[in-house]
C-alpha cells in the first residue's frame, strides 16, 4: 500500500511539474576550434548556431531540457606550403542538458549533459579552391557540454557554454577533437 501511495505522489506531483514545459529558441556566436594531436597552429573561427529547446521541470530547481541547434564550426590553420586554410563545418548538434536553478529568484542557471552532433557538411578552403572533406571527418561525434544562463527577464537570458568533443572528429590515427565556446540569448516562450 505505501508503494502505491508514493507512485501516486511521484505521479501528482510529476503532473503538476509537466503542466510547466516551456519551449524556447536560441541563437549566439561560436568560437571553434579543435583540439589535441598535430593542433598546435590552430585559429579559432568565430561562426554562430541557432535552434530551439524544450524545457521540462523535473523538480522546482531542476529541468530537463533538450536542444536542436544548428551549429557552424571549423577552425583555420596553415598547411605544410604556410597557408592558411579554414575548415568549415555544420552540425546537426543535440544536446540533453540537466539544468539546475541556483538561489531563490532563478537568477543564474548551470547546466551540463551530452551532446550528439551529427555532420551535415565539411570544406575545406584555401586560396579561392574549396574542397569537399565530408568523407574525411566521423559522421557523428559526441560531446559534453557545459555552461550557465543568466536570466535578464523571465523569458529572456544570456548564455556561455563550452562544449568538447568526446570522440574523434576526423577519421585517421590522429587524436582531433572539436573545441567550441559559445556565446548566446534564448527566449522561452
Same mark, same amino acid.
Given at each position: 500500500?505505501?508503494?502505491?501511495l +508514493?507512485?501516486?505522489c511521484? =505521479?501528482?506531483t510529476? #503532473?503538476?511539474?509537466?503542466?510547466d514545459i ?6 549566439g556566436?561560436?568560437?571553434?576550434d579543435?583540439?589535441g *594531436?598535430d593542433t598546435? @597552429?590552430? $585559429?579559432?573561427?568565430t /561562426?554562430?548556431?541557432f ?8 523538480t522546482?530547481?531542476l529541468?530537463?531540457?533538450? %536542444? ?7 577552425? %583555420? !590553420? $596553415? $598547411?605544410? !606550403?604556410?597557408?592558411? +586554410?579554414?575548415?568549415n563545418?555544420? #552540425?546537426?548538434n543535440i544536446?540533453?542538458?540537466? /539544468?539546475?536553478? &541556483?538561489g531563490s529568484n532563478?537568477?543564474?542557471? =548551470? #547546466?551540463?549533459g551530452?551532446? =550528439? @552532433?551529427i =555532420?551535415?557538411?565539411? %570544406?575545406a578552403?584555401?586560396?579561392?579552391d574549396? %574542397?569537399?572533406?565530408k568523407?574525411?571527418m566521423?559522421s &557523428?561525434?559526441? @560531446? ?6 543568466l536570466k +535578464?527577464?523571465?523569458?529572456f537570458?544570456l *548564455?556561455?557554454?563550452?562544449?568538447? @568533443?568526446?570522440? /574523434?572528429?576526423? $577519421?585517421?590515427?590522429?587524436k582531433i577533437y572539436s573545441?567550441? &565556446?559559445?556565446l548566446?540569448?534564448s !527566449?522561452?516562450?
Amino acid at each position: 500500500m505505501k508503494r502505491i501511495l +508514493v507512485i501516486i505522489c511521484v =505521479l501528482i506531483t510529476s #503532473y503538476g511539474y509537466a503542466q510547466d514545459i516551456k519551449f524556447g529558441a536560441k541563437a549566439g556566436l561560436n568560437f571553434a576550434d579543435y583540439v589535441g *594531436d598535430d593542433t598546435g @597552429g590552430n $585559429d579559432a573561427v568565430t /561562426k554562430f548556431y541557432f535552434g530551439g529547446f524544450v524545457n521540462s521541470p523535473i523538480t522546482e530547481r531542476l529541468s530537463f531540457q533538450p %536542444e536542436f541547434l544548428f551549429s557552424f564550426q571549423g577552425a %583555420e !590553420f $596553415d $598547411d605544410v !606550403f604556410d597557408n592558411k +586554410v579554414k575548415f568549415n563545418t555544420n #552540425y546537426l548538434n543535440i544536446p540533453i542538458l540537466l /539544468k539546475m536553478d &541556483l538561489g531563490s529568484n532563478d537568477f543564474v542557471s =548551470l #547546466y551540463a549533459g551530452p551532446q =550528439l @552532433g551529427i =555532420l551535415l557538411s565539411a %570544406e575545406a578552403e584555401a586560396d579561392g579552391d574549396t %574542397e569537399d572533406m565530408k568523407d574525411a571527418m566521423n559522421s &557523428l561525434q559526441l @560531446g559534453l557540454n557545459l555552461g550557465f544562463s543568466l536570466k +535578464v527577464t523571465k523569458e529572456f537570458a544570456l *548564455d556561455i557554454r563550452y562544449n568538447r @568533443g568526446l570522440s /574523434k572528429a576526423f $577519421d585517421g590515427e590522429g587524436k582531433i577533437y572539436s573545441s567550441v &565556446l559559445q556565446l548566446g540569448a534564448s !527566449f522561452m516562450f
